[in-house]
């Protein structure tokens, strides 16, 4: 399959090589030039916009990092929307508004042109090995279309409906019970810690009985080791996803009691300076408010 | 061994099976003398009061409902305290204050008479299988001491920490943890269900991904299936347990904010006359806020 | 003084009324031209457009309902922003966001014009009896500049800063303070109510005792009586506010947890049904949270 | 009127003092002796236990701090249920739970004793003025009889129902919209305080316009004024108010989210060293929250 990728960022990257090693005839573009040398290397076609790029493919794959970007490179000029054939797919990978999504779905449509949301669940180097579970959503016959390109960089697809904006909707949900899951164990440890059984000691006890899924094992080690520097995933981006759920629940009308305190621990790391701190520090506030000095 | 056990509920019923099954020497006493039957055709002795079953006994094991009962079987009259031999052990299981735990600790001490918190985790069937999870914090030569009784009940024990209030708060830990992952998972319902993805979509993504731990699996089906009647564990049973998780946290000075929307989700529920409806039935409130007729 | 006001809705047309009274020279455009009708048998000239209104005013009065319309008159074709001569002065009197209040004073600026944001507290008929309260924030030459304008319309200016987003601020604060003492008063009668006193009674002791401000009284009343429809001021905008709330606390980072509680329950109220009803209609949700049925 | 007046603290003393004022014959009783010297300086007698000071008594009242120094005086030995005489009269005026107020209702009713409970708004300076509010909940013929006392130290009686439990509630109501105000105060000053706006200018707007009531002016200037040392009312004190507020919701089933926002801020103050400031130094805890130092 031709496709074109736009945004060379870590996870854009990773499913770049991923794809080129599948045997796909790849082009990509990225904003920062520099970043497309090594894939020119591997043999991909380097694009000098997101409409040249796409201008051939039969699928437009873009990784960019918030709404911002994917509507700059979708209906900027010299954009996606632009360059892209009458009955080609764009696919956003990225983690995006609903709202967005369904202006993508509206505004391809009416240039002839088909969509997917296809966001991601795992981290890059869970796309370099191939491992990602990808949440899809649109036309069934599009989602099977892309399904060479989901096998390249993921390990399991699930299709949760036929209007694109669902798969965002089941994207934010993930994150969101990954931030509350964080929170909870800040909760328990705080309330643990200061009945003297240490934090190590109480995520044992959960990992080794009932709460043994990766969202414990992964994000209670990142809070038990307080090693929040340098950051895997930043507070600043834990936030705007948190706000994307909650514009979601304001779009949807449905009340997010845990989603608005988990809002509020994100302001506050923000205020508190931990910007740029790993998202995973907001499992350490619940003992700040139990003044428990970490 | 000889072991008295006190309260022969469902729970303390099946722990009371897997004694005799182990081949201890056991005594029961329980409130209502009919329950006692099955296991006096065991070769079980049956004792008229609390303090007759432990006079004779290395370890006097508790199981009942809640505070209230667990200071009538001990120190009201004829209660353990008083027929507890200088040197014997008093092990309660049940789910009880950290204020009782440390109450139990300082008057057993008085008497010369040894004290151990073992909240488990399980259901009776769990206990009926000797696969509980057991909790345990005291002094560590009492511990090994019960290490046989333990052998009998349960697949693993957690040993938490010297003061038994410990092992009190680790339990109130797991169980605000089945709470608030129910609420999770209710607000995650809530939000895909208004974008159009049902439940059981949403689950199978979770359970399919990151969020496979048995409180994913188990709480899900329940709150997917929407059978809260008969209950297995009724909402007004989780309420005193989120009242203990709370009491603990004003106790040690620390908030809780899960906790404690956890809190009035419970007290809506029995506001709306679901007390006796299976507790699962709490992840279903998120939709009602978000009008979705269940 | 030469005066064009744009947006003739029941705000707008008081205020128009009151400047006319007043003495002022008026221009005046409205989308729907039907409404101008009144104003120019009153003596005020018609303009076509906004950008006409204000070609020869010292004076750009802006009262439209929301960001998108504020944009739209301002930014739009043929809008203020255009008309506006160098050294003009562009007043926005409408609930805006710090985000727009902000861009409004960069613009503004940057073609050498002038701007400060005045919102009001007070509803249409204080507008009437020139009894609003105005929170003027901007450059102090200007907001003296604007005196006789807000002396016609208000009973009291507050010059809370020289950044007109302050003013914005403190409208957005006061608009939080009237939400939660209606959730305030919400949870009291749900309390006092199960306990079998009622709600006209509870306010009583309230509003003859420490808590007998306007903003106790008025909503106060409102709830107490019920009548919700037809709506004074509708769910719909007061959920408008407490959006614009939000986005100001996560653009100065500061977690706003009674503004969280606040939102889901205008939230719910949408989800329920009651967009259209008198916002007031919040301050029943405890009630129905505790079963009583309203 | 015969007035057994037990516990002299602060509130108690100057209850006293407005009672032999009024010309009542009046017996004191304190666990301190020393507190009562000055009584008998102005006439009262001094008893050696609460059941010798109300033996003669019409009626017996109760002003000590807390549930446990009110069961003490009460049902303890030598206590005031012991003592009063069938047809007897005992008012409780501090701030008790819902259940005991139950329970003494219940309990005096067995002895042929009448109970009310009477607790009040305002502070020792209010009480010393004869310028308390007074909610007054039992049978009417026992508030009319209780009328004497009431109007030597209160400005105004809410009678609120024939159930005594029902004036506890509405003045756990009252204390509730104090410390939520005291919250929404918070909140607003970080929000302003992070725009710029001081939060004295913020203050004003409110006491100027719709929110100035004693409520705001009074808490709103400690808040301000940000001298928290020595306390009025200690954070220790308002904390267990709001247990008591938490605990009558529970028991009569009623979510209170503000209410639980609030105990949370307690719990705060109390980990991070503030239990014995002022309880209006929650109002800073939104800044520190939003990362400004106080």
Known sequence: M???LTGLGPMGSAMARRLIAAGHDLTVFNRTAANTEPFAALGATVAPSPAEAV?????????????????????????VAEGLPPGG??????????????????????RGQHYISAPVLGRPPAAEAGQLFIMAAGEAAQIARARPLFDA???RVFEVGERPMQ????????????FSTIEQMGEVFALAG??????AAMLNVMTESFFNAPVHKNYGKLVVDGVFDPPGVKVSLGAKDVRLLLQAGE??????????????????AI?????????????????????IES
């Open 251 to 268: 779009q949807l009308a449905v009340p997010l009691p845990f989603g608005s305190i988990v809002r509020d621990r994100y302001l506050a």
């Open 89 to 110: 797919l764009h696919i956003v990978a990225g983690t995006i508004s609903i709202a967005l999504a369904d202006r993508l779905d509206t505004e391809h449509r009416a």
């Open 194 to 199: 200061k009945a003297g059984v240490e934090r």
């Open 55 to 79: 201008k051939t493919a039969d699928i437009a794959l873009t990784v960019v990092s918030d709404d911002t970007a994917t509507e700059a490179v979708t209906f900027g000029p010299d954009g």
């Open 153 to 155: 960089i993921g390990q």
């Open 167 to 178: 798969a965002n909707t089941v994207k934010l949900c993930c994150n969101f019970l990954i």
């Open 271 to 291: 205020a508190q300076g931990e910007k740029d701190k790993d998202f995973a520090i907001l499992g350490r506030h619940a003992e700040r408010d139990a003044g």
């Open 2 to 4: 031709r496709i074109a």
